[in-house]
């Protein structure tokens, strides 16, 4: 197939070849600057006293959300090994041996459903550091990355990062993955609707529910079908309901054009930062649902009106995110993992409202893709027992699955914490692609497969049988 730029090639054909794929120049560049990064990363954790340690990458299998690869082991039949997809309790033994800190580049395996990006192996920039709190992992991340991508890029990072709770993030983002590149910052207007709003309104808000908007510049200059499109949107997200008011000469416009009256309008427009010639864009209904809806129209809206300034760079964390979830099932679950430690607050609360628990975790957030996460570590054998209870983790269960970290802990362990970055996804960003498979030399398909060598294959049956493995018929 042609090797210029001009002519698009079929993904598929172009992962099939992907040796003459690698000679087209864009591919060549993303290789060296996925090089470049690595070493200016390493650079940068080298001067501020980072050891890198290997792990190891056969290991027992442990909980960590997602399903793991299986490798049997010939010499003991019927048990097997799994592929880490992180080398998460290993890096905290390493703190408890009094390795001040830690890191490694490391592959990591997940079987999961994949996507644009993720990949079943991926690579992790992963560290960990003895006798830190949350503001001296944030910092060194900090220095860190703006060292590196100015080192391998030119790109200059400004610093400090901001830093939002995830309740903060919720409340004026709608999600806890902020794009800060632009504004329109989502504000609570239930008060407003309660004193003068229409009927529907006042009577969702007296069912508990809440009223959300935002403001969207130049937005009154759109068609009537495309600001009806998002509100739209904001309805197909899950929100009970959602209406549109453009501010206009004369007047508002829009759904709620006719049932809202100037001094409401107005009062509405001062509290989302609206002014003349903007779209106010409303939601209704559950918080939760409503935060998550207008989180999605506001980054549809930022789009539609070319809001997404091209070329910049704008990092931030959220921190302070809940302990523990309900899973499908109904259990509770950690949000992170279960060695995440709760803020010394909110330690009481495990027995009585495990859910209103918030977490020492930090996540990483670039133009509003999840870069990595963290967390401080419970090094306390205690407190570690107390959140696997809350997870309904029994104590005979967490000996089987944990039993050699607790004995670690029980030996003393400093306070410490870290985080993992993802490499892949941090290439893609400064290289300007869609999607990991760009950045990396041989990716697998959204199925699983290496369209090149042809990975995954049938093995030969003596191959199985020397694993203690039988397929089941018919497959």
Known sequence: FPLNEEQPVDESVRLRYRYLDLRRPRMTRNLILRHRIAQAIRRALDTRGFVEVETPMLIRSTPEGARDFLVPSRLQPGRFYVLPQSPQLFKQILMVAGLDRYYQ?????RDEDLRADRQPEFTQVDLEMSFADETAVLEVTEGVLAEAIEEATGISVQRPFPRLTYAEAMLRYGTDKPDLRFGMLIGDVSDLFAAAGPDPLRGALASGEVVRGLAVPGGAGMPRRQAEALAESARGAGAAGAATLALVEGGGSGSLGGQVSASLAARLAERLGAAGGDLMLFAWGPPQTVASALGRVRLAAAQAVGLVPAGTYQFCWVTEFPLLEPSVEGR??????????????DRPLLATEPLAVRAR????????????????????????????????????EAQERFGFLLEALRYGAPPHGGIALGFDRLVMLLAGEETIREVIAFPKTTAGTDLMTGAPTRVDPEQLREVHIALLEGK
């Open 105 to 109: 580049i490391v592959r990591c395996f």
């Open 332 to 345: 509770l679950v950690a949000v992170h993992h279960p060695f995440t430690a709760p803020l010394e607050a």
């Open 361 to 396: 975790a930090y996540d990483l957030i670039l133009n509003g893709v999840e870069l990595g996460g963290g967390s401080i570590r419970i090094a306390d054998h205690d407190l570690q027992r107390e959140v696997f209870g809350a997870i309904g983790l029994g104590e005979e």
